[in-house]
């Protein structure tokens, strides 16, 4: 059978490499890599860590406005599905990338697979949860990170072909933990030692678009009295400079950095602070208290068993969590085994064979 995959941005990318390993045993797989995140320290760096295989197309869409990137992704999408005729398009997550692509496998008839369907913010104001609504409205199999995920499905009436099989990040993290470990340089060539810093990262429109909430995020970092590790996306430091914010000196700004280095960052942090639905579910894999830079999140699991502070971009808030914030002792498995890509080929293999075509399972 051949499965054309998209990936356009950083999480999509890590979950690419478990899966297309697992998929690539009995299947043909067409890499579709859209450009959505189009630097090399937030794209190409991945495929090179993680051993992802080389795209069969690069759609070079860049940077953009949501209907423009989307727009573009879909022209260009629809383009690449005409030429391969894929028996089963897989998106995953709730990039734009996941919305063009399951758009454009819709429009021409071709079944969508979903890895992280059913997660949900109930936020309409994130660009995101619509990705995530209108991709789980257009797919034909449903892969869920979470229990919580199927309950949100069967709340919407979806029942059928959903699946709980865990989350492909945790199959990537114990993957390539030993790997990082061997292979980053990050704390020594940032002088760093483990649990003496505090890392961060903000990268959402909701964040980075409005000057208020990035500024009293960074009036909270500049606050805190412990060394605040901060690589910045590029969009981030684009409303940073618009905005004319400074930080103070405990606050170090770096560049992007590569999935081995980041996952070493943040396994020898004391805490992390994000909007990153990935980096909060990292946080959570490795055992380090989260602060979320949001005022709600997809992943409420996480705040649901203590280790995730919904804190959004107050300072007095953000600053409060900062020195009080103490998860419980234990962590339950909440992500499933590691084994999610495993479960998701087989789930495939199931649903392409002949005898259960059309069959609701």
Known sequence: MKILSVVGARPEFIQAAPVSRALRQRHHEVLV??????DYRMSQTFFDELGIPTPDYNLEVGSGSHARQTGEILIRMEEVMLREKPDLVIVRGDTNSTLAGALAASKLH???????????????????????????????????????????????????????????????????????????????????????????????????????RLGGIARALNAV???????????????????????????????????????????NARLIATDSGGVQREAYFLGVPCLTLRDETEWVETVEVGWNCLVGADPEKILQAWHTFAPPAERPPIFGDGHASEAIARHIDAWSTPDNAGKAF
């Open 33 to 38: 890599h859209t450009g959505q995140h189009y």
């Open 110 to 212: 071709i079944p969508v697979a979903h890895i992280e369907a059913g997660e949900r913010s109930f936020d309409r104001r994130m660009p995101e949860e619509i990705n995530r609504l209108v991709a789980d409205r257009l797919a034909d199999l449903f892969f869920c990170v979470s229990q919580k995920a199927v309950r949100h499905l069967a709340a919407e009436g979806i029942h059928t072909r959903v699946h709980w099989v865990g989350d492909v990040m945790l199959d990537a993290m114990l993957t390539n933990r030993l790997l990082a470990r061997e292979r980053s340089t990050a704390l020594r060539d940032l002088g760093l030692s483990p649990r003496s810093y505090a890392l961060v990262t903000v990268h959402r429109a909701a964040n980075t678009d409005d000057p208020e």
């Open 225 to 267: 009295e412990e060394n605040v590790i901060f690589p910045v996306h590029p969009r981030t430091r684009r409303a940073i400079e618009s905005a004319g914010i400074q930080f103070k000196r405990h606050v170090r700004l770096i560049e992007p950095v590569g999935y081995l280095d980041m996952m070493m960052l943040e396994e």
